[in-house]
């Protein structure tokens, strides 16, 4: 007599038991990740790995890389933004020459992926 299966899917290669930390969200975001990209989290999971390990290949690869730096880049301007607004008198000063560097290098950043 054959034995039933589960599962219709078959369950090939290695496993990894993977623990998020006890204060970490990154299991949330990375399942809600994987529905909006329309996988299931170990293929979302996979994905991800596999495009770390990726070398930029073509002008695609690398516009996306820099699409990617400039969303940082301006995430820091907003949090170097946010900073100043924030900080007392005695400290703007201070905040002023770091807020000022900071934006300094983010428009060399983005001079450098202009070209």
Not at 75 to 98: C, F, G, H, T, Y
Request: overall charge neutral; charged content about 35%.
């Amino acid at each position: 007599m054959a034995k039933k299966v589960k599962d219709a899917r078959v369950r090939e290669g290695e496993q990894i038991l993977i623990r998020f930390p006890p204060d970490s969200d990154l299991r949330s975001r990375l399942d809600a990740e994987a529905k909006k990209n329309g996988r299931r989290t170990t293929a979302e999971v996979i994905y991800r790995l596999e495009q770390s390990f990726k070398e930029p290949t073509s002008a695609e690869d690398v516009r996306e890389i820099a699409y990617r730096i400039e969303g940082i880049v301006q995430a820091l301007e907003a949090k170097v933004s946010e900073i100043m607004a924030a900080s007392s008198p005695q400290q703007s000063e201070n905040a002023d020459e770091v807020g000022g560097t900071a934006m300094q290098m983010a428009e060399q950043i983005r001079k450098r992926l202009k070209t």
